[in-house]
C-alpha cells in the first residue's frame, strides 16, 4: 500500500483558510486519496476523497497534483471546530493482487487559533 | 439516517478475560471492518467482513476474531486479554467491500477497552 507523509502540526487562524499538505509519491493509478479527521475521543470523520481531479463538498477541497504525488485538503473558512487530527490515506487494489486494508499514519494536528 | 453504533462505549476488564464489542453499521452497508487505535501504533486494521464472510485479515494474532451476522451487525472477540490490548476499537461501515475503494468508510466513536 501506499505510504503518505504529513506534517505533524499545523496552525490556523480562525476564519482563515487551512491547508494541509499531504505526500504521497509512492501512489499507483488506482489508488484514491481520502481524507479523514477525528477529533478527541470520537471515531475518524470522512472528509473527501478523489483520484485525479480537484473536488469539492460542503466541508472541503481536495486539490491533487497532477503527478497525483501529492495532495492538499484545504478547509476554506477554519472554526474552532476544526481543531482535530487530519488523516490522509490513500485506498486500492494491492499490486500483488488480494484486498487491499486501509492504514491511518500519525496525521496532521490542527490546531485553529482564534 | 443513523450513523455506525458501536457498544458498549467504554470497557475494563483484566488480564486472561475475554471481551465481545458489537457494531452497528449505517442502515444498508454490508461491508464492517474493525480496527485498533493506540497512541502508540496509531490506526491498524484488523479484519473486514462481507456478506457474513471475512474478506481480510491484519498482523494481529489469533486471540482477534470477529463474526458478521446476516443483518450485517458485526462482533468482534478477544482472548486471553493482555495490558497490551488496551485501546480504542473501531468499527467501520462501507456499503461496498473495502475492495470497491471509491466508496468511503464511516467510523464509529469506538469502545475503549482498558485491561488491568
Known amino acids: 500500500d501506499a505510504k503518505t507523509t504529513q506534517p505533524p502540526s499545523m496552525d490556523c487562524a480562525e476564519g482563515r483558510a487551512a491547508n494541509l499538505p499531504c505526500n504521497h509519491s509512492?501512489?499507483?493509478?488506482?489508488?484514491?486519496v481520502y481524507w479523514y479527521r477525528q477529533i478527541h475521543s470520537q471515531g475518524p470523520q470522512y472528509i473527501i476523497h478523489?483520484?485525479?481531479n480537484n473536488e469539492t463538498n460542503e466541508m472541503a477541497s481536495l486539490i491533487i497534483t497532477e503527478d497525483r504525488k501529492s495532495s492538499t485538503l484545504i478547509l476554506p473558512h477554519a472554526t474552532l471546530r476544526d481543531t482535530a487530527v487530519y488523516y490522509c490515506?490513500?485506498?486500492?487494489?494491492?499490486?500483488?493482487?488480494?484486498?487491499?486494508?486501509?492504514?491511518f499514519g500519525t496525521g496532521t494536528k490542527l490546531q485553529v487559533i482564534p | 439516517k443513523a450513523g455506525v453504533t458501536q457498544t458498549p462505549r467504554y470497557l475494563i476488564k483484566t488480564r486472561g478475560q475475554q471481551v465481545t464489542l458489537s457494531c452497528s453499521p449505517i442502515?444498508?452497508?454490508?461491508?464492517v471492518s474493525w480496527y485498533q487505535q493506540t497512541p502508540g501504533q496509531g490506526l491498524q486494521f484488523l479484519f473486514e467482513?462481507?456478506?457474513?464472510?471475512?474478506?481480510n485479515k491484519g498482523n494481529f494474532p489469533g486471540r482477534f476474531s470477529g463474526r458478521q451476522f446476516s443483518n450485517s451487525r458485526s462482533e468482534m472477540n478477544v482472548s486471553t486479554l493482555e495490558l497490551g490490548d488496551s485501546a480504542l476499537y473501531l468499527c467501520?461501515?462501507?456499503?461496498?467491500?473495502?475492495?470497491?475503494?471509491?466508496?468511503?468508510?464511516?467510523f464509529g466513536n469506538g469502545t475503549r477497552l482498558t485491561v488491568t
Open positions: 467501520a461501515s462501507s456499503l461496498v467491500e473495502l475492495s470497491s475503494y471509491n466508496s468511503p468508510l464511516h
Open positions: 509512492t501512489i499507483s493509478g488506482n489508488e484514491y
Open positions: 478523489g483520484l485525479k
Open positions: 490515506i490513500v485506498r486500492g487494489l494491492r499490486h500483488s493482487g488480494g484486498y487491499q486494508k486501509v492504514t
Open positions: 442502515s444498508g452497508h454490508r461491508s
Open positions: 467482513y462481507f456478506s457474513e464472510t471475512q474478506r
